[in-house]
């Protein structure tokens, strides 16, 4: 059974910046390519980032491009999302996930393991 565990989230200004990290136990993460999603209350799981298993290709959503960094350290089997420039509009849950098979996917239902979430509060 794999693990994975966020940490990281808290209440910001807007404005502010939060580390996210996701650690990984039980599966061999080299082989997993990882990504973060978020889920605001009455609204669906989003896509938000992933890493390929090098850490070479990433993917972001538009939402959060040039504001978000998603990196990976295979040696601490860790997934890190930077988010800077935070807006009231990225408070969700954030979601921690790993699949690994094919290439990057943008759909939750594409992912097999999942984190438990850590919540991101941004105020106005």
């Known amino acids: 059974q794999a693990f994975l565990v966020e940490s990281g989230g808290g209440l910001v200004q807007a404005g502010g910046s939060l580390r996210l990290s996701c650690a990984a136990s039980a599966l061999p993460f080299r082989t997993y390519i990882m990504a973060w999603f978020r889920q605001a209350p009455g609204k669906e799981r989003e896509f938000v980032s992933a890493v390929s298993r090098s850490g070479d290709d990433t993917s972001y959503a538009d939402s959060v491009k040039d504001r978000f960094t998603i990196s990976r350290d295979n040696v601490k089997s860790t997934v890190y999302l930077q988010m800077n420039s935070l807006k009231p509009e990225d408070t969700a849950v954030y979601y921690c996930?790993?699949?690994?098979?094919?290439?990057?996917?943008?759909?939750?239902?594409?992912?097999?393991?999942w984190g438990q979430g850590t919540q991101v509060t941004v105020s106005s």
């Open positions: 996930a790993a699949k690994n098979w094919g290439v990057i996917g943008l759909r939750a239902g594409e992912y097999d393991y």
